[in-house]
T-cell receptor, first 114, second 114 residues
């Protein structure tokens, strides 16, 4: 089982460039999330989705956009990258029902913006 | 406001010692959920436990135990007879009843030395 897969794993961008991070899950989960992890700050929610075609803002949405056109995929876009977006990005998905809240995380994507 | 505080930034113990990781939370919700996640050096976060606000029973799973006290808004995690493989960053997290958003603490890095 692949679980949650993120691509790419590493990326270096120049300020102003754009890119898209792809998250794919094969567990038929309804809920998907994008987090960023910065030293000393834990994980902060960027955007989330409770189902195909729906997205919502989290704690730190500025500078990011997302799309959930297919249930299994959740894309995170940076339209004009800034050095403040240098971070490790984690995608997660979750069951509903009895196991709701049990997040399954991808391996992370390390992004550096120069 | 929802907030999770992990005051211990880093803890070092010698193998076989017991260690407790502290977690204090703030929420106005009457129904909420608390979680612990482990992030080993490989980077991928792993779910450890979920506890709802109506269940204050302590839980034990092997060498791991969790103490939930609503009176002090704490959800502490104890590892008994620690092992080198327990070395990781541990995150405490809080969610409301709809699991749309998870609020993570800043994490506690546990170093277990042989």
């Amino acid at each position: 089982n692949a679980g949650v897969t993120q691509t790419p794993k590493f990326r270096v961008l120049k300020t102003g460039q754009s890119m898209t991070l792809l998250c794919a899950q094969d567990m038929n989960h309804e809920y998907m999330y994008w987090y960023r992890q910065d030293p000393g700050m834990g994980l902060r929610l960027i955007h989330y989705s409770v189902g195909e075609g729906t997205t919502a803002k989290g704690e730190v949405p500025d500078g990011y956009n997302v799309s959930r056109l297919k249930k299994q995929n959740f894309l995170l876009g940076l339209e004009s990258a800034a050095p403040s977006q240098t971070s490790v990005y984690f995608c997660a998905s979750s069951y509903q029902g009895a196991r709701a809240g049990e997040l399954f995380f991808g391996e992370g994507s390390r992004l550096t913006v120069l | 406001a929802q907030k999770v505080t992990q005051a211990q930034t880093e803890i070092s113990v010698v193998e076989k010692e017991d260690v407790t990781l502290d977690c204090v939370y703030e929420t106005r919700d009457t129904t909420y959920y608390l979680f612990w996640y482990k992030q080993p050096p490989s980077g991928e976060l792993v779910f450890l436990i979920r506890r709802n606000s109506f269940d204050e029973q302590n839980e034990i799973s092997g060498r791991y135990s969790w103490n939930f006290q609503k009176s002090t808004s704490s959800f502490n995690f104890t590892i008994t007879a620690s092992q080198v493989v327990d070395s990781a960053v541990y995150f405490c997290a809080l969610s409301g009843n709809n699991f749309n958003k998870f609020y993570f603490g800043s994490g506690t890095k546990l170093n277990v030395k042989p």
